[in-house]
């Protein structure tokens, strides 16, 4: 069965501070990855997705970043965090021949001082 | 205009009664539509894909109404273990991922 990782699950990080948060998949190949936010008492906000290794799309500019180094690891990266980017990060997967369905991972809560 | 819009809530109801909750979108190439559970600080989980003829699922029954744009999830039989938020997700076609609605929160009191 496939199951989803991200870490770490809590991350308290001053302003102006470097961030990297990762995922990970096992039991599946070639996934497409995602990766959301969801600010306090708000939806969830798309930030990137990837179909494949080194292929990354940004839904929303900002001073985040994500890389794809391997096939099942996906990271989110920024070089100087903002207050504005605290938030519930979480990391999806769906089936590579699908979009529809989307598998959480349980998600990094950070909190930007 | 977002999206997907949902009522917030909450929705406060007693145990073993019926509830429910509707959804609107606002792109009508939209292709197909979920509703995800997320329980408190974690993480949305799928509780059911909506076809166009109507589906259930044991107590929970998703429909979807093309031509007024909207979604519509029932509970019945109202359980304790049912209190949390519905997110009502759609995706749109040559969308790469899902748009989530901000929520529902739900909370069967005893």
New interface residues.
């Given amino acids: 069965s496939q199951t989803i990782h991200q870490w770490p699950a809590t991350l308290v990080q001053p302003v102006g501070s470097p961030l990297s948060l990762e995922c990970t998949v096992e039991g599946t190949s070639n996934p ?1 990855l ?1 990766w ?1 936010r969801q600010a306090a ?4 906000q ?1 930030l990137f ?1 990837s ?1 494949g290794i080194g292929q990354i ?1 940004s ?1 929303v500019p900002q001073n985040l970043s994500a890389s794809r180094p391997q096939d099942r690891q996906f990271i989110l990266s920024s070089k100087k965090l903002l207050l504005s980017d605290s938030g ?1 990060y ?1 990391c999806a997967w769906s089936p590579s021949e699908s ?9 990094t ?1 950070l909190t930007v001082l | 205009r977002k999206e997907v819009e949902q009522d917030p809530g909450p929705f406060n109801v007693p145990e073993g009664a019926t509830v429910a909750f509707n959804c609107t979108y606002s792109n009508s190439a939209s292709q197909s539509f979920f509703w995800y559970r997320q329980d408190c600080r974690k993480e949305p989980k799928l509780l059911m894909s909506v076809y166009s003829s109507g589906n259930e699922d044991g107590r929970f029954t998703a429909q979807l109404n093309r031509a007024s744009q909207y979604i519509s999830l029932l509970i019945r039989d109202s359980k304790l273990s049912d209190s949390a938020t519905y997110l009502c997700v759609a995706l749109g076609a040559g969308r790469r991922a899902l748009t989530f609605g901000s929520g529902t929160r739900l909370q069967v009191q005893p």
């Fill in positions: 497409n995602y959301y008492g708000r939806g969830l798309l997705y179909v799309s839904e519930f979480l979009r529809d369905t989307q598998y959480f991972g349980p998600g809560r």
